[in-house]
């Protein structure tokens, strides 16, 4: 039997995920933080995404069923045999991105990203953004509504509203996509590799405002913006083998 399971229960404020958290915390019991080896969070892709940020300290897998809009990060919901499917289910593990952006105050924020670390303009005017990759300048002014850098579990995300490629998983690759660009008018964006450093500098930053934002975590009024894979950071996400999600990040393409 698979009584080896501690599970900790979270849910989003949702009265559906609510509920269906005190149905399986009474009959599988709920396990303190500290003695847990799973996290399974009830709700949608966007409270998953806070669960790995809030939890990430604790280094627990994160088994996800849906309860909410969007669940492309997570597993159909499902009361009976919620044991055996832990014991059954595969570990994907994502390393996120690192924003550290100055202020024009002068103000150093740093954040992660499981999705994507977007810039965009705060006010009506277009952002002037030069773009550098590993220190050499690859777009000396783009003009444009904003731009992003997207992970590969991120890509299908708002990376696809942008016009951004889709990234397989285990592909060592980062996408870089412009939001709405007017100059270059050709250029649609990038594939980096996951090695690769990215800085954004914004030109005219008085009079054209941008913001920057890791996932849901936003600073304002930034000067330059720099992106890179933490490698030293792993999330642990956990998914039935027939709900895989490399393969949904595969079908994406065909849809």
Known sequence: MNSDRKIHFVASQMDQADAAMSTLVERYGQCDLEQANVIVALGGDGFMLRTLHRYLPADLP???MKLGNVGFLMNRFREDELLDRLSAANVVELNPLCMIAVTEAGNESTALAINEVSLLRQLNQAAHIRVLVN???????????????????????????????ILPLGTEALAL?????????RWRGAVLPSTARIRFEILDNYK???SATADAQEVRNV??????????????????PDHSLEQRILDEQFL
Do not use: H, W
Not at 139 to 146: A, M, Y
Not at 177 to 185: A, L
Not at 223 to 240: A, P, Q, W, Y
């Open 223 to 240: 000067i330059s913006v720099d992106i890179f894979e933490d490698r030293n950071t792993i999330l642990k996400l956990m998914f039935d």
């Open 135 to 165: 220190g050499s300048v690859k777009v000396e002014e783009l003009v444009c509504d904003g731009v992003l850098v997207s992970t590969a579990a991120g890509s299908s995300a708002y990376n696809l509203s942008a016009q951004g490629p």
């Open 208 to 210: 054209r405002p941008v």
């Open 177 to 185: 996509t412009p939001i709405s660009p007017f100059r270059p008018r």
């Open 62 to 64: 994160v088994y996800g």
